[in-house]
């Protein structure tokens, strides 16, 4: 047979390839901490006529005990013990420019729109970078020794080291992504009563990124934003209760002089849009004031183990 | 005949055949997410024992001051003032870039290269590694990192460890012990690794009974 209409003779009447009807997000971690008890949110910095807010620390509360006094006797001043902790805030920030040609032959979703929303999952990410830098700065450590896998035993030596502390719970551990995959190959091992726990067996369900479960009532979250230590050879996770970590943030009063400005509820990013004419772009801006700090040393301990 | 919009300029314009542009190659740039600058930081009760067959020692496990704009009080102008005070009412001292042994390349312990985002800052003592775009673990000269920390012991840059900060790590490293003799109780496949442990708390001990007689070393 001859003239058969081929595909590949259709050139004027195919595409050489066709978007799919969405799109789907390139493989990278994206969950955050932000809201979680375990993190102290000092406050805000708006009107207070500094970029740093300073965390009073104070006895009370039980960190002095009465004593025993004779009848008659004058009982005399216990002074109280105060400390304090800085945290400062700065600008974060994330530009995008589109062009209106691009804008206009979006088919996906690809859009103004679509990089406005994109502000508050970088704002989440952001805040949870910053929080997690912080987790190797404890100078309590454990660890089964540089480039060695880490263990059960591991864990609850940080665990241990929170408790011999007083370290009020609940805890949490923040974890490299090998250091839990170590972690839970060392706990395939396990024999006795502890193994037989609900929570020690529901942590070998993947669950991805993010909170992956919890043992002895430690959650337990997986992050590749965990920094490393020992010249790249080894992570520094960390182990922590509430009050170790503090974060403060702050919101300008009014943004003027802007064209269009947009207060995405639950967080304290704000974004902007700002349109260039000429060049037929528009610009969206996230800004946000946010600032991370360790507030007590005692309360965390850092993990290090191999990478 | 049709015109020919190959080879030479057009004729009546001096516009020049031009060669595509392309971005930096993975030849000069890294697929790693670039990072901000950091220097060490040392605390004193920060140790860590270092094993080997013969016998280990203990070496400082230095931490990392970011200078990341927010975190941990580096300030909106990335003035490490603040954080400095906070870092040394805390015990830390927080070592310059310059502090390394003589012959260290360009001087100093943190290497930059051009990366996603900006730059990728790393040890002097890594090397980063990529594979089809892929980011590796970085090749880490370990020999190098641990003389560097001998170094930083030896010259006085950091002082050498207390008894007191040994005897936190030599405890907790003996209730591990603990532990994993009780799991090989438990689990006989487990034994190997109750010796291997046992082993190596009797090395680490015997190198915290050493550590106050290590010679060369200045006080600082």
Redesign the interface.
Same mark, same amino acid.
């Given at each position: 047979m001859a003239n058969e209409v081929l595909y590949s003779s259709s050139g004027d009447l195919r595409l050489t390839e066709a978007l799919a009807a969405e799109y789907r997000l390139i493989l990278a971690d994206r969950f955050s901490l932000m809201g979680h008890p375990a993190i102290v949110y000092a406050g805000n910095c708006e009107q207070s006529g500094s970029t740093v807010i300073k965390v009073p620390l104070a006895g009370l509360g039980g960190y002095d005990r009465m004593a025993a006094v004779n009848e008659n006797a004058t009982s005399s001043n216990t002074a109280l013990t105060d400390s304090s902790k800085t945290i400062t805030v700065a600008r974060q920030a994330l530009q995008r420019q589109i062009s209106d040609l691009n804008e206009m032959v979006d088919s996906l979703g690809i859009n103004v729109e679509a990089l406005i929303a994109d502000g508050v999952g970088a704002y989440a990410m952001r805040w949870m970078e910053m929080l997690v830098s912080l987790v190797d700065d404890f100078s309590n450590t454990v660890g089964p020794g540089s480039g060695v896998d880490l263990t059960t035993d591991d864990f609850f030596s940080a665990q241990f080291t929170l408790m011999q502390n007083s370290v009020p719970g609940p805890y949490l551990a923040v974890l490299y992504p090998v250091q839990l995959t170590d972690l839970l190959a060392d706990l395939r091992g396990e024999v006795g009563p502890w193994q037989l726990r609900n929570d020690v067996q529901d942590l070998f369900t993947a669950k991805g990124s993010g909170i992956v479960g919890s043992l002895n009532g430690i959650e337990i979250v997986q992050s590749s934003l965990v920094p490393t230590a020992n010249a790249g050879a080894d992570s520094a996770g960390g182990m922590f209760g509430a009050g170790a970590i503090g974060y403060a943030d702050g919101l300008p009063r009014a943004v003027r002089g802007a064209g269009e400005v947009i207060f995405p509820a639950g967080t304290r990013l704000y974004t902007e849009i700002e349109r260039d004419a000429s060049g037929a772009l528009t610009k969206i801006v996230h800004n946000a004031m946010l600032g991370f700090a360790e507030l007590e040393d005692l309360r965390g301990v850092t993990i290090i183990s191999d990478r | 005949m049709a015109h020919d919009f190959t080879g030479a300029a057009l004729p009546g314009s001096a516009v020049p055949e031009t060669a595509p542009t392309m971005g930096p190659s993975l030849e000069t740039r890294l697929p790693h997410l670039a990072n901000p600058a950091w220097r060490f930081k040392w605390?004193p009760?920060?140790w860590?024992?270092?094993?080997g067959p013969e016998g280990g020692e203990w070496l400082p496990?230095?931490?990392?001051v970011?200078y990341?704009?927010?975190?941990?009080?580096?300030? !909106?102008g990335g003035s490490d003032t603040?954080?400095r005070v906070?870092l040394e009412r805390?015990?830390?001292r927080v070592l310059p870039w310059e502090c390394v042994p003589p012959g260290t390349p360009n001087g100093r312990y943190i290497r930059a290269f051009p990366a996603r985002g900006g730059t990728y800052h790393?040890?002097a003592?890594?090397t980063p590694r990529h594979l089809g775009g892929r980011v590796l673990?970085?090749e880490?000269?370990?020999a190098g990192?641990r003389e560097f920390l001998r170094w930083l012991v030896r010259e006085g840059h950091v002082s050498p460890p207390s008894e007191d900060a040994l005897e936190?790590i030599t405890e907790?490293q003996k209730?591990?012990l603990q532990?994993?003799r009780a !799991?090989a109780g438990?689990?006989p496949?487990?034994a190997a690794e109750a010796e291997a442990e046992e082993a190596?708390t009797a090395r680490m001990l015997a190198a915290t009974r050493a550590e106050p007689a290590r010679a060369g070393r200045k006080r600082s």
């Open positions: - | 605390h009760h920060r860590q024992y270092f094993d496990a230095l931490g990392t970011q990341d704009l927010g975190v941990g009080n580096i300030d !909106k603040l954080a906070e805390s015990g830390w790393c040890t003592w890594e673990k970085s880490t000269d370990e990192y936190l907790a209730a591990k532990q994993v !799991k438990k689990n496949g487990r190596k």
